[in-house]
Structures are given as C-alpha cells and as structure tokens.
C-alpha cells in the first residue's frame, strides 16, 4: 500500500469549509539516516498487536466490542448488536491489517530532514511523522470500505431516539475519539476522524504537540509529546509524556529489528504521574498544545469543569479541580456573552 502523509494545512476556498494539505512530497529526497529511521518506526509500530488489532476492526468495519467499552464516554448501549456480536475479528482480516507491516514508505513527506539525526528535535519530528502516517493509513483504510455488509443488523442499527434526543445526531462511524468530531472541517471528512481514534488507540492517545513560541516571552516547548485518550480507566485531559516515557517510545520506534510486545511500550496511558496537564475545553490558539488547528473547535455544550462533583480523577487535587472548576466557568461567560 502506498500513502502520503501531508504537511501543515492551507485554507482552500473551494473546499466547502475544509482544510486542505500542502502537496506531499517524496521520501527519496530524505537522507539516508532519516528515512531508515522512518521505515524502522513504522515497522515497529505497524507490527505490534495493538496496530494489528486497530487496523484490522477498521477493515472489518466495527471495533470490537472490549474496543469500543474501553472509552471514556461510553457511548454504546445494550441494545446495540455490537454488544453481543462483535467479540473476535477474523483470520482474513487480522493477516491483511498484518501485510500493512510491509508497505512502502518511498512517498512520504520529509518532515524532519533538516533536524540531525539522534537530536531531541529529530526524535519529536520522527513520532510527529509515524502519528500522521498511522493516521493516514487508517483514512486509506476507511475510505476503501470495509469487508462485511453495511447492512444487516450490526451495521444499520441506529441509537434510540430517546438517545439522539438528548445527544444529537446518529455518528458516522463507530470509530470516534469524543473530542474529534468535527467531521465538516477536516479534510478528509469522516475518514480524519477514524484517523484519530486510530492513533489514539495505538499510541494511547491522539499525538499532539506544543506549538507555543519559544524564546524571552514564550512558554514553549518544542520538544514535548502530548497525549489526549480516550481510555476508560485514563483522564480525558491532555497530558504531557514524562521524559522516561518519552525516551522508552523514540526508543521502540528506532530499534533495529522488531522488538517484542514484552518491550512495547505502546499505547502510552496516563496516570498519576503525568502531572503536566491541559484543559481539552479551552481553545487550541490559547493553549499551544495541538498538531493542527482545525483538529478541535471549541465546544458547544456543557463543559465538564463546572459539574459541583469534586473530581479528583482528572485533576491532581482539590486546589486543581477548583481552578479548572473557575476556568470553566470563566469559557462559560465568555460563550454567554457572544450569544
């Protein structure tokens, strides 16, 4: 399979409102030591069982039912035929998410040439690099279609009405990470946003980074690694990889040979040692921790932050809940006021 992963976006005016890519350019104008690097990580990550398990759902058509339980929000319920009928993938589909281990890499985009290789800059371009083509892999995947029927009673089920009610439209697509939904802006539409919970579930979350400028005035952070899960027993609050983590993922993604799943350090969960932590509510411009800017409009519901329930899941203590408590409330005002 051949792919192409793209640079920064570029508004396009005959685009409906979505984001198109710059043109994507090939590898072979990659040094040597960076592309190897590059086919090295993708090998790496494309064999683990966690990209096979991902990629294979996307070709069948539905996660697995433990998949789709395993997210913050929950958003299946027991009348769903998922619930019952989606336990196991099959021989076929798992070998061919297999075969995707052997794809060519010789048309990608040079992200990271001019960085030097072993470099802290390199290391951060190179994960940019591998979270982008997984991503692009899983919207090539999706937009192939998948091997069983659209129709029949798993894939023509629709919420209750009760439930679109009170939660709004139908989804697209079971492949959702909740803070990705913003299907009309991307450029690839529905297919984007099968691309983030694909990374998501890979890696253990959607791979950002800090954008913020560097120098005397600027808090950035241009080497960070940034996560945003969609796990049920992980925070749904962004969070920042500890150097350790860090480390042990530019490791797995450059070692020579394929490691172990015993030496797989991914997805990469957060917990409560990952204390540097950001508030997915407020806008991506104010923040800096994003990839893209078009990824995530600012939501136009309830925020979570100005529930009375102390959550000490999410925020490290009280003092941290009460602050993010304020901030919510702070986003509120401001939403009231431009109504």
Partial sequence: MKTHVTSSPIPDGNSGGRITRHRALPTSSLGDKHREAFRQAMVNVLSTDIAVTTFAEIIHGLPLFDTANDTYYRIYWPSQPLVRESRRLSTYVLEKARRLANFDTRELLNTYQITAPGSKAFQTRLVELTAVTVHQLAVSLFKSGPCRSKEGELGGWRMPQEVLDTYGDHLPTAFVHMWYLDFDQYPEGVADAVGYWAESRIFGGVVLFDRRKIGPKGKGGPDAIYLHADR??????IYKLLDRQRQQLVQFLLAKGTPSQEECPIPVLGDINNRQRVDPEEPLEETGIYR??????????????????VDIFNYLSVEDWEEAHSRGYDLLDIDMRRC
Avoid: N
Avoid at 232 to 237: A, K, L, N
Avoid at 298 to 306: K, N, W
């Fill in 292 to 309: 893209d800017l078009w990824e995530r409009r600012p939501r136009q519901y309830a925020d979570c932050r100005t529930k009375d329930v």
């Fill in 232 to 237: 049920r027993d992980v925070m749904y609050r």
